[in-house]
Structures are given as C-alpha cells and as structure tokens.
C-alpha cells in the first residue's frame, strides 16, 4: 500500500522491505518523555550535541502520560518502562508527590530530568525583548510572529 514517509525510521522499514531484509527497529533505544514539547526539545539538544541521525538509534515517543503514570509503570516492573529511557520535565523534583517517589525513579535508573520546565523557562526567555529579536532573527520561520503577537493575551 503506498504510504507517506515522515522519518527515517520509516524510509528504513520501505528500504528493508524492498531489500528484504530484516529490520533493525527493535535494537533502537525507545525515550518516552512526558509531551510532544518535551520530545522536539530533547531531540532538538540532542541532535545539536551528539552530531548524528537520531532516528539510526533512538524512537522518542510521546503517550502523553503525567511522570506520575511513568513512575507508576517502572514500579510495576512492566519491561518496556524498566528498558527504555523515560525523561520527565524540570519541575518533576519540585512537586510534592516526588519525594514519595524518588526511591522508585533512582532504583529504575532509567529515569532523566530535562534541565527546565519547557514552557514556562521559554516564556521567560522569549518576554526578554532582546532574547526574542535573537530567536526572530535566527529561528523564526514566520516573518510576521513578532513580540507583540507573541505576548498578546
């Protein structure tokens, strides 16, 4: 059936069936994180640091979850959440139901903290007039987005 092909991962399985040969999904390492803003942020880093095709080795997904059901799922011991990496935002340490469960995140060892809350660290970033002139003029794709229209309401 013909399909469209959003990622490399995708191109890889039309190639492998092509090829037949078999595919090699299963050795990619699966890092859930708690939100899709989350996932472009963690992709975005990590793609800037490590300097290679993230879809060769890691499938990110979002399942939409609170790190509250994540957490939940490694105390289970359900294998998919005690074998992937499961990254949870910024403000997670802060909350108050944490300390009833950091004994569960650092037995797992599976669990990661993004550095910030994504979008409230954002917003403080970007209500800054001149860290918002530096993101229109280096990463806007909208030439009609500007401060005004950003923080409108």
């Not at 039309?14 to 899709?36: F, H, P, R």
């Not at 997670?92 to 139901?97: A, C, G, I, K, T």
Request: glycine fraction near 2%; hydrophobic fraction near 40%; charged fraction near 20%.
């Amino acid at each position: 059936m013909p399909k469209n092909i959003y990622s490399n991962s995708e191109l890889h399985d039309v190639l492998n069936d092509i090829n037949l040969s078999i595919s090699t999904k299963a050795n990619k390492v699966k890092i859930y994180c708690e939100d899709a803003r989350a996932v472009s942020f963690l992709q975005y880093i990590l793609s800037e640091f490590l300097r290679f095709n993230l879809d060769l080795f890691m499938e990110f997904i979002d399942i939409n979850l609170g790190w509250t059901n994540y957490v939940q799922l490694a105390e289970k011991s359900v294998p998919e959440f005690r074998n992937n990496i499961i990254v949870l935002d910024g403000d997670v340490p802060h909350s108050l139901e944490y300390r009833s469960k950091q004994h569960v995140i650092t037995e797992a060892g599976n669990f990661l903290f993004l550095p910030l809350v994504i979008e409230k660290d954002i917003f403080t970033l970007l209500k800054d007039h001149s860290a918002f002139a530096r993101f229109e003029a280096t990463y806007s794709r909208t030439p009609s987005f500007n401060y005004d229209i950003c923080f409108n309401h």
